[in-house]
C-alpha cells in the first residue's frame, strides 16, 4: 500500500506565478505600497498646480485648507476644475486598473482588460443610439454645450454598459469555460461595434461630431452632484474585488486546486464580472472609453511588488492605475498652454511602451498567469 504523500498548501509567496517575477523582501512589500500611495497624493496635488494656469504649490494647499489665497480665481480654478477632475481621475484610474487585474486573471490572458467582456462597446452603443438619434437642438446639447446633454450621455452609456453587463452575467451563468466565455465576450464587442459602424455611416456629419467627442474620453465632465454616483460606484466594485482576493490566489493554480480548497467557483465568476461590469460600467458611462490603463496598472504593480498576490496587487493597482490616469490627464492639459489633447491619445501613448517594456523584461510572462 502506498504511502500518502503530504503536499503543504502554497503560501502567496509560492505561488507559481510568482516565478516570473523579480525577488523582493517580503517586508519591502507595505513599503513600497506606501510608497504608491505618496506618488498617487503627489501627482494629485501636481494635477492642482499645474495646467494653462500655473498655481504655487503653497496656494494649492492653502485653497484646499479654506484659507484665503492671493488671487480669488486661483480658488475657482481649484476648487471648481482641477479638482473635480482629479478626483475623477483617481476614481477612474483605479476602477480601470482592479477591473484589468480581474480580467486578466480570470482569463489567465496578460492582454485582457474590462472590454473584453463587451462592457465599453454595451456603453458606445447606448451612446451612439442617444447622439445619432438627436436632432439638431439634441446634438448641440450632447456635443457639451448643455447639462442635459452630459446627463443624457451619462444615462445613456450606463444603461449601455448595464445591458452588456446583465448580458456577460446570463452568459456566465451557462458557460462553464473561461475560453468560451472569453470568445463571446469577443464576439459580443465586435457586433456591438458592427451595429454602431452602421449608425455611423447613416447619420449626418455634426452627429458624428459628438459621438467622436464622446469617444476621445475626459475626466473633465463629472460636476460634484454627479461625483457620489461615481464614487459610489467605484467603492462598491472595489470592494468586491477586495473581498476575492484569496479566491484569486487559489485560482492561480487552477481551477481544480481552487476547487479542492472550498472555492465556489460559479459564485466567483459571477462576483469577478460584477465587479468588473461596476467598476468599467462606471467609468465609461461618466468619462467615455478610456484606453489602457486597464491593462498597463497591473502589469507595472506586478513587476514593482514583485507578487502575484492579490492581496497586495488589489491595492497597488489602486494606486498605480489612479497614479496613471492623473499622469495621462495632467499630459492632456499641456501644462502652460490653452491645447488640450485626446485623452485616450495620451493614455495609448503611456500605457503601449510600458505593456511592452514589462512584457520584454520578463521571461516566463506565461507562468505569471497560471498557464
Known amino acids: ?33 506606501a510608497a504608491l500611495l505618496g506618488g498617487l497624493v503627489g501627482v494629485f496635488l501636481l494635477s492642482l498646480a499645474l495646467g494653462s494656469v500655473r498655481i504655487p504649490f503653497d496656494q494649492v494647499i492653502i485653497v484646499l485648507l479654506g484659507g484665503e489665497v492671493e488671487r480669488a480665481s486661483w480658488a475657482n480654478i481649484v476648487l471648481k476644475v482641477r479638482l473635480p477632475k482629479a478626483t475623477t481621475a483617481a476614481l477612474a484610474g483605479a476602477a ?17 482588460d474590462p472590454s473584453v467582456l463587451g462592457i465599453n462597446a454595451g456603453a458606445s452603443l447606448g451612446v451612439a443610439l ?13 456635443a457639451g454645450f448643455g447639462l442635459a446633454g452630459d446627463l443624457l450621455l451619462v444615462g445613456a452609456a450606463a444603461l449601455g454598459a448595464g445591458a452588456a453587463m446583465l448580458l456577460a452575467l446570463l452568459v456566465a451563468s451557462r458557460v462553464q469555460s473561461r475560453m468560451t466565455l472569453l470568445i463571446l465576450g469577443l464576439m459580443i464587442s465586435y457586433l456591438v461595434s458592427a451595429v454602431v459602424s452602421l449608425l455611423l455611416y447613416f447619420t449626418i456629419p455634426e452627429r458624428i461630431q459628438a459621438y467622436i467627442s464622446w469617444t476621445f474620453g475626459t475626466f473633465g465632465g463629472v460636476t460634484w452632484e454627479q461625483m457620489p454616483i461615481l464614487a459610489g460606484s467605484v467603492l462598491v466594485g472595489l470592494v468586491i474585488a477586495l473581498g476575492t482576493a484569496k479566491s484569486l490566489n487559489a485560482l492561480l493554480l487552477g481551477e481544480g486546486y481552487a476547487r479542492s480548497l472550498g472555492v465556489n467557483l460559479r459564485a466567483l465568476r459571477v462576483a469577478i464580472i460584477s465587479a468588473t461590469a461596476v467598476l468599467a460600467g462606471a467609468v465609461t458611462a461618466f468619462c467615455g472609453p478610456i484606453s489602457f490603463i486597464g491593462i498597463a496598472a497591473p502589469h507595472l504593480c506586478r513587476s514593482l511588488l514583485g507578487t502575484s498576490d492579490h492581496r497586495m496587487l488589489v491595492p497597488g493597482t489602486v ?47 506565461q507562468q505569471s498567469f497560471g498557464v
Open 96 to 112: 480601470l486598473g482592479v477591473s484589468g487585474l480581474l480580467m486578466q486573471t480570470f482569463f489567465r490572458n496578460p492582454l485582457a
Open 1 to 33: 500500500m502506498s504511502q500518502a504523500v503530504y503536499r503543504p498548501i502554497p503560501r502567496p509567496s509560492d505561488y507559481a506565478a510568482d516565478a516570473a517575477l523579480p525577488r523582493l523582501n517580503l517586508g519591502l512589500r507595505p513599503a513600497l505600497l
Open 319 to 365: 494606486f498605480m492605475g489612479g497614479i496613471l490616469a492623473l499622469a495621462a490627464a495632467l499630459i492632456a492639459e499641456v501644462p502652460g498652454h490653452n491645447l488640450i489633447l485626446p485623452l485616450n491619445a495620451v493614455t495609448a501613448i503611456i500605457g503601449a511602451p510600458v505593456v511592452i517594456a514589462v512584457i520584454l523584461r520578463r521571461r516566463n510572462l
Open 130 to 142: 442617444v447622439v445619432l438619434s438627436a436632432g439638431t437642438v439634441g446634438g448641440a446639447l450632447l
